[in-house]
């Protein structure tokens, strides 16, 4: 059962990718479907044994590779971080089948898109089963391979495929430091197994690891270079341009990418790794700062983006934001909690989106869209819903989780956490503005579409409303439901999954917090709410006005433009490395040295030394009795030198040289 | 100290004789002889050789070398009286056509 869980989406992927134009599109759609279906069911089963039933497992395939002090083992471990994950995962992943056969239902590559689908998911669940840090990094790799191929999945579109290799090489770049903190994991630790290595970790505090001459406190070390793994897969700020440009895929993995999978292993790995972190308190409190930071500029940047797709994009940015920082103050369980809250409704707003996008025949602007509540009323219930559960109404289920993370802010007593608490309270004030802002746009305002894509416009078929219903359920209940279990006082259900310094928990701090700051952060989302919706139905000249203002327009242009995140990179970092590319090591290095130096200087040196050298022969006859006479007379003082090779080559070279 | 003395009277006749070949640059003539000088030097140092070691062989070798002289610039001339024939000169200087 618990090997099914991983491998059944391999199986479908493959099935549906080898022998996809043997199945048709409607039967890999289908295989696939039931796979992670299955896959669905059985992580049930398994958050039920393990989770509930406090039960961890662990399932030894076979020995990876065994050199020494190092064993990599292929195995599955199950505790109940893993099948939480598991759960969420193959929930996820699963609607979005469903919701793609309708979806994608029109394009004759569907059994590419359900097996790389799949295999998305194979690899997600290879990552989050793990246990050890090599195999971790299969999946982690496995994933951003599939994001690759998934958001370059319409392949003749240039957009898509500068998307697709800014996803792979941003992430690249975090894939490097993960790579690098694990080989720091095993120098220090002479072990990659997650067992070996926290059980140790207590016993390493303090010591020094040393690289290039330079001292360095490893587990601080260890921790950073894995929260750099971390910036990239789960887009903190930094390394966060790719994620809005991984817009270009089809909206299902959209959904996919930025939900349940993905961007959610860099938290995951935060959490994974939670005895090393509380041991690197410097470490933690980069965490801390930086993911606040990605929490309020991401939503700030989402505050007046236009595209449909990347204002929920950004919103996915600024909540993983609210899970590292919650990472960051040691509330795993509580960062852990968020994750699993956000995956559905986000995956909600994505599918909603789809749906929408779908309905006005691929229009993503939403300036262009308008009055779409009375065409599409159920998708518009659904959106509203996933909005209100994201911007944390009381009562749904972004409300259990975020006010806790941002209450913990409060309740730590450190710099870094109150920084964290007044940029998240600003970011759940943005997370509103433009949620709504989102919803009067495309569903509330005058209809400002295409007359016959308007006339056209129909709720969708049945996939993706059963996928929308089904997802709309647990973004209302499951932070009440769950509340107890994940984040209660004391609860039994993560056992030994986190490990967190008692000094370090202030999930207790945070009950005694004032009441003002408690409910700060929902009264602000609420006034976020109400003035977007006042500004934009009642205002909209005046929005109009403060735009185009001296001050208000550069603002605006700071803000849709991101920050100017995108224009630095490409101007202070791209273009001077391809430059450097091109007029260091290309044309100095490959086209000067080598070929100046190299062979083909050797080989033209000697032709020219040839050329000097038959020039000698001149076709006078007194020439050549001369050179005759010299030779002879120089092997003649050669002899009674004491003939010796060292000489005669010396010799020889002084002539090439005279020549 | 005769045998030294007859010995740099070789020498010097066969460096003469290389001189002639290394530094005339017209006369092939001269050339010939020049070569006739550093064999006769050759021949006259297996004969004082010979004397001075009393053994016999080097003055047969001098009777070879004679042999051998007289074909050669037998032959040369033959060569050159060939070469006037086609060119109707003999300038050393001027048959350098088998330039590289």
Same mark, same amino acid.
């Given at each position: ?166 996803? =792979? ?59 750099? *793994? ?121 599918? *909603? ?128 439901? *769950? ?33 003002? =700051? ?62 450097? *590319? ?49 030779? =002879? ?27 | ?100």
């Amino acid at each position: 059962m618990y090997l099914n869980i991983v491998f059944l989406p391999l199986l479908g992927s493959i099935a549906a990718g080898l022998f996809g134009r043997f199945l048709g599109s409607q039967g890999a759609a289908v295989l696939t479907t039931t796979c992670v279906g299955l896959s669905l069911c059985l992580s049930g089963l398994a958050f039920y044994e393990v989770g509930l039933g406090s039960s961890p497992s662990y399932v030894h395939l076979l020995t990876w590779m065994e050199s020494d002090f190092f064993h990599a083992n292929w195995s599955l471990c199950f505790d109940s971080l893993t099948v939480v994950m598991l759960v969420v995962v193959t929930f996820i992943s699963s609607l979005v089948h469903l919701y793609s056969t309708e979806y994608m239902g029109e394009d004759p590559h569907l059994p590419r898109f359900m097996s790389y689908l799949s295999l998305f998911t194979f690899f997600m669940l290879l990552l989050v089963t793990a246990d050890n840090f090599l195999q971790m990094f299969v999946g982690w790799e496995g994933v951003g391979l599939c994001s690759y191929l998934l958001i370059n999945f319409w392949f003749a579109r240039l957009q898509a495929n500068k998307a697709a290799i800014k996803a =792979m090489l941003v992430n690249r770049v975090g894939d490097f430091g993960l790579a690098l903190g694990i080989f720091a994991i095993f120098l220090s630790f002479d072990a990659v197994d997650y067992a070996s290595v926290f059980a140790m970790a207590p016993l390493l505090s303090g010591s020094q690891i040393c690289f290039l001459g330079m001292d360095f406190d490893a587990l601080e070390c260890i921790s950073l270079l894995l929260f750099v *793994g971390a910036v990239g897969k789960s887009a903190q700020v930094g390394l966060h341009t790719w994620l809005p440009d991984a817009m270009e895929g089809p909206t299902p993995v959209s959904a996919l990418i930025h939900a349940a999978t993905m961007v959610t292993a860099g938290v995951f790995l935060l959490a994974r790794c939670s005895p090393l972190l509380e041991y690197a308190p410097k470490a933690c409190f980069l965490i801390c700062i930086l993911g606040a930071m990605t929490a309020f500029f991401a939503a700030t940047t989402g505050l007046v983006q236009n595209d449909l797709k990347r204002v929920i994009a950004y919103s996915t940015c600024s909540q993983l934001g609210y899970m590292v920082f919650a990472c960051g103050l040691s509330n795993y369980s509580v960062a852990v909690f968020h994750l699993a809250n956000h995956a559905f409704f986000k995956a909600l707003l994505f599918l *909603g989106a789809g749906s929408v996008i779908h309905a006005m025949g691929d229009e993503q602007d939403m300036r262009k869209m308008g009055g779409l509540r009375r065409l599409l009323p159920f998708t518009y219930a659904m959106m509203l819903v996933g909005s209100l559960s994201l911007m944390g109404m009381p009562f749904l289920t972004g409300f259990y989780s975020k006010d806790l993370i941002l209450e913990v802010a409060y309740g730590s007593y450190t710099t870094g956490a109150h920084f964290a608490y007044a940029l998240g309270t600003l970011a759940a004030f943005c997370t509103a503005f433009y949620s709504f802002r989102l919803i009067y746009l495309s569903f509330l305002s005058e209809a400002n579409g295409r007359r016959p894509l308007l006339l056209g416009a129909s709720e969708s078929s049945w996939p993706i409303s059963t996928a929308l219903g089904i997802l709309a359920i647990p973004s209302i209940f499951i932070g009440y439901l *769950g509340k107890d279990l994940f984040i209660g006082l004391g609860t039994p259900f993560w056992g030994n999954a986190f490990f967190a310094l008692p000094g370090h928990l202030s999930l207790v701090d945070a009950e005694f917090m004032p009441t003002a =700051m408690k409910i700060l952060p929902v009264c602000l989302s609420i006034v976020g709410a109400i003035l977007a919706f006042v500004l934009y139905r009642d205002f909209p000249q005046t929005l109009v006005r403060w735009k185009l203002s001296p001050w208000g327009r550069k603002l605006y242009t700071f803000l849709n433009r991101k920050w100017f995140f995108d224009k630095f990179y490409n101007e202070g970092i791209s273009q001077n490395f391809l430059d450097f *590319g091109y007029h260091f090591t290309y044309k100095a290095i490959d086209r000067g040295f080598i070929e100046m130096l190299g062979p083909f200087g050797l080989s033209n040196l000697s032709l020219a030394q040839g050329a000097r050298v038959v020039s000698w022969q001149t076709g006078m006859l007194y020439h050549y009795a001369f050179v005759i006479v010299a030779g =002879m007379l120089a092997f003649a003082f050669l002899s009674t030198m004491g003939f010796s090779a060292k000489l005669l080559a010396l010799l020889t070279l002084a002539s090439l040289a005279l020549l | 100290m005769e045998f030294l003395q007859f010995c740099l009277l070789t020498t010097a006749m066969f460096f003469l004789g290389i001189g002639g070949i290394v530094l005339n640059r017209t006369n092939i003539l001269i050339l010939l002889m020049s070569i006739e000088v550093s064999l006769l030097a050759l021949g006259l140092n297996f004969l004082i050789l010979s004397v001075y070691l009393d053994d016999i062989l080097g003055q047969v070798f001098c009777l070879f070398i004679l042999t051998v002289a007289g074909c050669e610039s037998s032959i040369g001339l033959a060569i050159i009286l060939a070469y006037y024939r086609v060119r109707g000169r003999i300038r050393m200087n001027e048959a350098s056509l088998m330039k590289a």
